[in-house]
């Protein structure tokens, strides 16, 4: 009986030991020193694509990949403003993370299993879920991606979409023509001066072109096939598990904090008066969970004030009301039919 009440004992002190271990504070990690030591995150955005990632004529950064960046400094420099942005083209990108450029590659990237296994890069979690369309001319008369047997294609290439366009064609015997390009603006240059029959990229690349590149949007139809699944998120350098949960972590934060109703016009008045467990522990006004990430008490309420929730995000960047016009769809938070679906912060 005795030995039996110490075996249990021994036991209970190791399960205590291990719970008292992955509760312990975090160390920041190498990537964060070194982000510290500079006073800036620098982030890896597209060279120009609008809603996503693009500097305005006063040089200034806009857009949903370039607003988590700015949350991610907000949580862990205390200024949304501290950031680098460095324009990438499709080649670059994850060289630029690779060879340490670039702390995160915030530039509408697809996760897959080729980059995540390959690459020596971490996906984090999705901003974005997207698929690859085409956009033809009206006056073209086409309305169907079937449509386009034989047919010329411009397409950028070192991207899915090149792999996409290819494996479409041949599933579906349609012996489409690719008029590959290096550089986005050359791929989109080249279809408006009648080069190709038909653009193809994610669609919200496609609404991005035709709203900021085309002469007259009217003029141009987004067929309604999407031949891809194209989860769009940062990716991190491997090696450093701390920035890694750093990164990812915000990014949940801006979608539980949607789903809790915390925004930016609430986030202070929340914090002085919520009863709500959930909202206090994302808030640090209860539990500290910033110090398991190495940073303080109040990271999350900081890049909530600097960007506002994720709906909010996206409703400034890509939504109804924004020059894009992209309804929320796959993109909504899983309560409203959408795939946006937290890790809880607790």
């Known amino acids: 009986m005795l030995?039996?009440?110490?075996?249990?004992?021994?036991?209970?002190?190791?399960?205590?030991?291990?719970?008292?271990?992955?509760?312990?504070?975090?160390?920041?990690?190498?990537?964060?020193?070194?982000?510290?030591?500079?006073?800036?995150?620098?982030?890896?955005?597209?060279?120009?694509?609008?809603?996503?990632?693009?500097?305005d004529s006063a040089g200034k950064w806009n857009g949903l990949d370039v607003d988590v960046c700015r949350a991610i400094a907000a949580a862990t420099?205390?200024?949304?403003?501290?950031?680098?942005?460095?324009?990438?083209?499709a080649?670059?990108?994850?060289?630029?993370?690779?060879?340490?450029?670039?702390?995160?590659?915030?530039?509408?990237?697809?996760?897959?299993?080729?980059?995540?296994?390959?690459?020596?890069?971490?996906?984090?979690?999705?901003?974005?879920?997207?698929?690859?369309?085409f956009m033809v001319p009206v006056k073209s008369k086409i309305k169907s991606a079937k449509q386009l047997k034989g047919q010329t294609v411009c397409v950028q290439s070192g991207t899915t979409t090149e792999k996409n366009l290819t494996d479409y064609s041949k599933a579906n015997d349609l012996n489409i023509k690719p008029v590959v390009f290096?550089?986005?603006?050359?791929?989109?240059?080249?279809?408006?001066?009648?080069?190709?029959?038909?653009?193809?990229?994610?669609a919200s690349g496609l609404s991005a072109t035709r709203s900021k590149v085309a002469k007259d949007p009217k003029e141009h139809a987004i067929l309604p096939e999407l031949i891809s699944k194209e989860p769009l998120g940062p990716m991190v350098r491997r090696g450093d598990d701390e920035w890694f949960a750093i990164v990812?972590?915000?990014?949940?934060?801006?979608?539980?904090?949607?789903?809790?109703?915390?925004?930016q016009a609430n986030v202070d008045a929340l914090k002085a008066t919520s009863k709500d467990p959930v909202?206090?522990?994302?808030?640090?006004?209860?539990?500290?969970?910033?110090?398991?990430?190495?940073?303080?008490?109040?990271?999350?309420?900081?890049?909530?004030?600097?960007?506002?929730?994720y709906g909010e995000i996206f409703e400034r960047n890509v939504g109804p009301k924004s020059a894009l016009g992209l309804p929320r769809g796959l993109n909504n938070q899983w309560n409203k039919g959408g795939l946006m679906y937290a890790y809880p912060i607790r």
């Open 3 to 55: 030995k039996s009440a110490k075996k249990h004992g021994f036991a209970a002190l190791a399960a205590t030991g291990l719970t008292l271990a992955v509760m312990a504070p975090a160390h920041a990690g190498k990537t964060l020193d070194g982000i510290k030591a500079r006073g800036q995150i620098v982030c890896g955005v597209n060279t120009g694509l609008a809603g996503f990632g693009a500097a």
């Open 77 to 89: 420099l205390g200024d949304a403003e501290k950031v680098k942005y460095v324009p990438l083209n």
């Open 91 to 133: 080649q670059q990108r994850f060289t630029a993370l690779q060879s340490g450029e670039v702390d995160v590659l915030s530039r509408n990237t697809t996760f897959t299993l080729t980059r995540d296994a390959s690459l020596g890069l971490n996906d984090t979690a999705v901003t974005y879920y997207d698929g690859q369309g």
């Open 182 to 202: 290096e550089k986005l603006e050359a791929a989109e240059n080249a279809y408006f001066a009648g080069r190709c029959i038909a653009y193809t990229t994610d």
């Open 248 to 263: 990812k972590w915000v990014i949940y934060g801006l979608l539980e904090s949607e789903e809790y109703g915390i925004t």
């Open 279 to 309: 909202v206090q522990r994302i808030l640090g006004t209860s539990e500290d969970s910033g110090k398991l990430l190495g940073l303080d008490k109040e990271w999350m309420a900081r890049a909530i004030k600097a960007t506002g929730n």
